[in-house]
């Protein structure tokens, strides 16, 4: 008798190991790596994708179990090249394999029953077929007539469904007898149309690029908004879906806008397969086949969108590549940018990373020659970038958080017939609701934040994990009728702005009015129709869209990262203000931007203003440099949280104490940044150091350990590689 053979399953638990299961001999020679099975696990079955094959278990035969069904057959649903980067994935991110496999399914195929859809099929006359067409209609004119659709080219069930109700009954009793054929149907070709002729700049890096398609590199497109970064990407795709190749464009969550698919669609000629998690599970399923089939010829998605399999994948674009939305912040805490990077070497294509305001990350890689970096530093419009105003907001009366100087200015614009945007990241009506008798303020009992008046609702909310309860009337403690709003949110200027311009449009955009389907593309649609109007919203307006038509942004307030505890935060407010700033204007009527702040002489936001993004990013990177922060060093956050913070402090402390010698370093524990968030205290360490290899290697030796500590049973923790939050 032969010993069964094993297999390794990677099972969707938080546990850092792949699982042995035994296939009966006879049943299956052999399962491939990347096929789907449904096994026993504890009392439950559960659906895992076979990694690999073995000889040996340490799992002794008796306790060894059998694999229930192969779930998929003919073929395994990841190729060795997608299986071997989750591989690396885990090994990287020091995550559970089983989630990270898990990740790269689409939900559907996570399920036993789930099943990929058929590729699409036409019907076709058959040799005998076209002999019956030319014989008179007789008595069966409906089957006639259905022969007749078939005439000149196949058609699909879709075309023939028009012949009568009874089609399908029809259509099969034609094929019983011989007329007409099933066969798949073949991909659509693209039609690609003529873009604009690139300016020389674009025309430098789309021969840079394309002269480089054959192997991998990785590019930087730094160009500011509005300098034709997409006609770029358009340029390139045309020529890597010529040459019968795919494409993989991975944008940020809010840059998945119907205006970028409407641009692929018109230029490429083809019909994008669209995967993000917004997306119904039926279609995000079909996508990933089509990607996977090799039949979509452009994929474009969100982060998850990283994972699909694309047989004939030539070349990855990721636009906006410093958007935060690229990291998952939760589960398996991934960079999809970084594993872009790595899938593109993998499999020796190009990748393309593209923005107005790269990260330092990449700017680092730039600068030090590991991937070309190409400047487009003119509007492709020609239009003129915004001028800039700071208003020094000490010597200011105020009213609703702007400034007389703003309001006078916004009115001078509208005026004139045109439109002004303004921006505020914060949602509700004010940041908190005081008590001016006795000072109380409603905070979020399970967080260390503030709960935000949503007023309309008469609410108090917290932003951070979503508890609310009704507005008080009076104030709780000293029952003083002494409630009012402290500080500024959306809702609040929208009100402001509605009395004081109540003849024109105003329109908000942030996450409570545009959550509704349909909201963000009407309002859009009325911005884009031209005429005077006001815009308001957060971060939301500082992405994806265009408006030609707003000349005058106002910035209500930028102070709290010039002082912030995020080492982050100053590379962040000058990528905000830069795309906010690049939202508007166009050739005929330049912009102003207006920033208002109390610091209108912060070193950084000077070289800002006077020098622009390249410089600050410079100067921001010397002083990582200095400091031995990322991307001139390496972190990995250890982060814990428990109801009790003593407890997250007890496991912290021993994770110290356990830290194996080597050149990296360990830090903490400290609290995070809000350390109570959603009723729990959450607190880190960070690792940091100047080699990667020795950081991962001290941590690989030291998460065996760290596992076994009594004290990682109070809480829950979880590595961050490459952390961006703290
Ligand atoms: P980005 O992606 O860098 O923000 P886009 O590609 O969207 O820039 O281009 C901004 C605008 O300029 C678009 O309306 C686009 O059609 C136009 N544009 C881009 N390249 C050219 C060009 N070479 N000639 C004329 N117009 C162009
Ligand atoms: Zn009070
Ligand atoms: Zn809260």
Redesign the pocket.
């Known amino acids: 008798m032969t010993a069964p053979h094993i297999i390794q399953v990677a099972l969707p638990v938080p546990l850092p190991q792949l699982f042995d299961y035994s296939v009966p001999s006879g049943s299956v020679a052999a399962i491939a790596p990347g096929t789907r099975v449904l096994v026993p696990f504890g009392r439950r079955k559960m659906v895992g994708v076979v990694v690999r094959n073995a000889k040996h278990s340490e799992v002794p035969p008796e306790r060894l179990l059998a694999v229930i069904e192969v779930l998929d057959g003919a073929e395994p649903l990841l190729d060795s090249s997608l299986l071997e980067l989750l591989h690396w994935c885990w090994m990287y991110y020091k995550h559970a394999p089983g989630e990270v496999v898990a990740s790269a399914l689409p939900p559907a195929l996570r399920k036993a029953r789930g099943v990929i859809p058929k590729a699409p099929v036409q019907y076709r006359l058959t040799a005998d077929g076209q002999q019956r067409l030319r014989l008179p209609p007789g008595r069966a004119p409906v089957q006639y007539a259905m022969l007749e659709v078939l005439a000149d080219a196949p058609a699909s069930a879709g075309r023939l469904r028009g012949v009568g109700s009874q089609w399908r009954k029809t259509l099969s009793s034609l094929q019983d007898q011989g007329w007409v054929k099933v066969e798949e149907a073949p991909a659509e070709e693209p039609r690609f149309s003529a873009g604009?002729?690139?300016?020389p700049d674009?025309q430098k890096a789309v021969e840079a690029i394309s002269a480089s398609l054959q192997g991998f590199s990785c590019h930087l497109l730094d160009?500011i908004?509005?300098?034709?970064?997409?006609?770029v990407y358009m340029s390139l795709l045309e020529k890597v879906i010529s040459s019968g190749r795919q494409a993989l464009v991975l944008v940020p969550e809010i840059g998945l806008t119907p205006q970028l698919l409407r641009r692929f669609r018109k230029r490429l000629g083809l019909e994008p397969a669209v995967i993000h998690s917004g997306l119904g599970a039926g279609s995000r399923l079909e996508s990933w086949a089509a990607a996977r089939a090799g039949r979509a010829a452009l994929v474009v998605g969100t982060r998850s969108a990283l994972f699909t399999p694309m047989p004939g994948l030539g070349l990855i674009i990721l636009d906006e590549e410093h958007d935060a939305s690229f990291k998952q912040q939760d589960g398996f805490r991934y960079s999809a940018r970084d594993i872009a990077v790595k899938r593109a070497a993998e499999l020796d294509i190009p990748i393309l990373l593209g923005s107005?305001t790269p990260s330092l990350e990449s700017l680092h890689n730039a600068a030090k020659g590991r991937y070309s970096w190409h400047r487009?530093r003119e509007r492709?419009?020609r239009a003129p970038m915004p001028a800039w105003r700071v208003l020094d907001m000490r010597q200011q009366s105020t009213a609703n958080g702007l400034s007389l100087q703003a309001l006078e200015a916004i009115g001078e614009t509208l005026q004139r017939g045109e439109q002004v945007m303004v921006f505020l990241n914060r949602r509700g009506y004010a940041p908190v609701l005081m008590c001016h008798q006795c000072g109380w303020s409603g905070t979020c009992q399970r967080c260390d934040a503030h709960l935000t008046w949503h007023r309309s609702a008469s609410r108090l909310v917290c932003h951070h994990c979503a508890s609310q309860r009704p507005a008080p009337r009076m104030c709780p403690d000293c029952r003083a009728d002494a409630l009012a709003g402290a500080g500024e949110g959306t809702q609040q200027l929208e009100e402001a702005l509605a009395r004081r311009f109540d003849d024109v449009p105003i329109l908000r955009f942030d996450r409570d009015k545009t959550s509704r389907t349909g909201v963000m593309d009407e309002q859009l649609e009325r911005v884009r129709a031209g005429g005077p109007c006001l815009l308001v919203g957060t971060q939301m307006l500082a992405k994806g869209h265009?408006f030609p038509e707003v000349t005058l942004v106002v910035i209500v307030n930028i102070d709290q990262a010039l002082y912030s505890a995020d080492f982050r935060a100053l590379e962040r407010m000058g990528q905000m203000i830069q795309q906010v700033a690049g939202r508007a204007g166009r050739m005929e009527k330049p912009g102003t931007v207006i920033l208002q702040t109390l610091h209108p002489d912060h070193a950084a936001l000077e070289l800002l203003l006077r020098q622009g993004y390249e410089a600050y990013a410079s100067w921001l990177l010397q002083e990582r440099q200095m400091a031995g922060l990322p991307p001139a060093g390496y972190q990995a956050l250890l982060r814990a949280e428990a109801h009790e913070r003593s407890a997250a402090e007890r496991f912290l402390g021993d994770a110290v104490g356990i830290f194996p010698a080597g050149e990296t370093r360990i830090y903490g524990p400290m609290p995070a940044l809000m350390e109570r968030l959603g009723g729990r205290s959450r607190m880190y360490l960070v690792v940091q150091g100047a080699s990667r290899t020795a950081l991962h290697r001290q941590v690989d030796q030291w998460l065996p350990v760290l596992r076994k500590l009594p004290s990682a049973r109070k809480v829950r923790w979880a590595v961050d590689i490459d952390p961006q939050n703290l």
């Open positions: 604009p002729s690139l300016v674009q160009g908004t509005g300098s034709g970064k997409t006609e107005a487009l492709a419009t265009h």
